[in-house]
């Protein structure tokens, strides 16, 4: 297996990911059993590498998404509690409808100058707890609309996605519809 300055792909993308998700870099390094200058000397190689690997495979791409979806593996796969796991960010966001509502909390959110990132904190989530979320519910509706579904089944599916997701657009434009943003108000142009 590939190294660089010791450290594996897996290492290296599942060091991103924690790091993503709130481990602090400290904690990052002592895992990988290397030094500040060493580590920022490797994740500039690996970064580098990875899109020469992904041009070569695209598949590569899918497994550093799997990294960041599920970060507790290879050297990681005890170390620290800060990352939340796919199991427990599924106990705050179980279903569909409640992945909808955030997401669009979110959307809307933003269009009147709501922080993201406060939602998703709001709801006991992080970024990367919420990435994996949704990698979760795009394979969801990606297996909802397969082609080798029948035209009815396909048609029911698309129905209760758009449904829901409309209802909460509908709700959070209603939520939202009285505030405003005004983020270039003390520009002068």
Same mark, same amino acid.
């Given at each position: 297996?590939?190294? &660089?300055?010791?450290?594996? =792909?897996?290492?290296?993308?599942?060091?991103?990911? $924690?790091?993503?998700?709130?481990?602090?870099?400290?904690?990052?390094?002592?895992?990988?059993?290397?030094?500040? *200058?060493?580590? #920022?000397?490797?994740?500039d190689?690996?970064?580098?590498?990875?899109?020469?690997?992904?041009?070569?495979?695209?598949? &590569?791409?899918?497994? %550093?998404?799997?990294?960041f979806?599920? *970060?507790k593996?290879?050297?990681?796969?005890?170390?620290?509690?800060?990352?939340?796991?796919?199991? /427990?960010?599924?106990?705050?966001?179980?279903? =569909?409808?409640?992945?909808?509502? &955030? =997401?669009?909390?979110?959307?809307?959110?933003?269009?009147?100058?709501?922080?993201?990132?406060?939602?998703?904190?709001? +709801?006991?989530?992080t970024?990367?707890?919420?990435?994996?979320?949704? #990698?979760?519910?795009? #394979?969801?509706? +990606?297996?909802?609309?397969?082609? $080798?579904?029948?035209?009815?089944?396909?048609?029911?599916? %698309?129905?209760?996605?758009?449904? &829901?997701?409309?209802?909460?657009? $509908?709700?959070?434009?209603?939520?939202?519809?009285?505030?405003?943003?005004?983020?270039?108000? /003390?520009?002068?142009?």
């Amino acid at each position: 297996m590939e190294t &660089i300055n010791g450290v594996t =792909f897996e290492d290296w993308a599942c060091a991103c990911a $924690n790091l993503a998700g709130g481990m602090p870099e400290n904690e990052v390094l002592n895992v990988l059993g290397i030094e500040l *200058p060493v580590w #920022q000397k490797t994740t500039d190689e690996w970064s580098a590498k990875l899109g020469d690997m992904m041009a070569e495979d695209m598949n &590569i791409a899918t497994k %550093y998404g799997e990294y960041f979806t599920n *970060p507790k593996q290879g050297k990681f796969a005890n170390a620290g509690a800060t990352t939340m796991s796919l199991a /427990d960010a599924l106990a705050i966001v179980p279903d =569909f409808d409640a992945y909808q509502q &955030i =997401f669009w909390q979110m959307s809307k959110g933003a269009d009147v100058g709501i922080d993201g990132i406060q939602v998703l904190q709001n +709801h006991g989530l992080t970024l990367q707890s919420w990435s994996s979320v949704g #990698q979760h519910y795009s #394979q969801m509706q +990606h297996q909802m609309m397969d082609e $080798n579904l029948s035209p009815e089944e396909l048609k029911r599916n %698309y129905d209760t996605i758009t449904q &829901i997701s409309e209802k909460w657009q $509908n709700h959070w434009d209603n939520h939202y519809k009285d505030s405003k943003a005004d983020l270039a108000g /003390d520009i002068d142009f």
